[in-house]
């Protein structure tokens, strides 16, 4: 009797080994999640636990007027994805996934050579970030609250989850409840700034990324 329990521990083990190894190596594998609104495919990539988008965000609300492509560029579409008003991207993730809170930005870019910078952030390797096999960042531009497309090849920005207060900024615009996105600008020819951002505006367009942690 203590042998065949034994033997039936043993399988039991060994197939919940083969179906996490598969659930695993199959997304390894195929390295792409398929949006099943439109049924786009988003390479994914794995860090710290989490699953991330590996490139812009691009699908379109049903109705919502405000979110285009930078410049409204089919192009820019194809290359860059999105810019999102603050009130669509907290519905533009697929079912499962979310956007990412700044702590989870933070924790990503720890992981990218570099130093910290003056800001909360850090200096990181441009060439890391906007490795097509890693996050694949580019540096496309934002929409102002006024609507004008502008910093096209000098930053971008990506809204988050996380709401924050900003109380002793020397400028009165960012005192007050702001919401927060990450900003990616650049530092020296080879090098980005890679940090938390306020807007004093939910109106301002950003791109979006989304997460999903691995026991989801």
Known sequence: ???????????????????????????????VFTDPRDKHKYKIVQSDGNYWFAENLRYKPPGDSLTHAFNSSEENLQKHGLLYSL????LACPPGWRLPSKQDWNR????????????????VEEKKVSDSTFLNISL??????EGKDVAFNRMTIFWTSSDTVSTNNPDPRFNGNRFIGYHFYKATTDSLHAEPTYANSAAYGYYCRCIKNKRN
């Not at 009130?87 to 907290?90: E, G, Q, V, W």
């Not at 496309?140 to 609250?145: D, K, V, Y």
């Open 87 to 90: 009130s669509s991207a907290k």
């Open 140 to 145: 496309a531009g934002f929409r102002t609250p």
């Open 1 to 31: 009797m203590i042998g065949i329990l034994g033997l039936m521990k043993v399988f039991i083990f060994s197939m919940f080994a083969l179906l996490i190894s598969f659930a695993s190596g199959y997304l390894k594998k195929d390295n």
């Open 108 to 123: 990503l870019m720890k992981q990218v050579p570099g130093s910290l910078n003056t800001r909360g952030g850090r200096i």
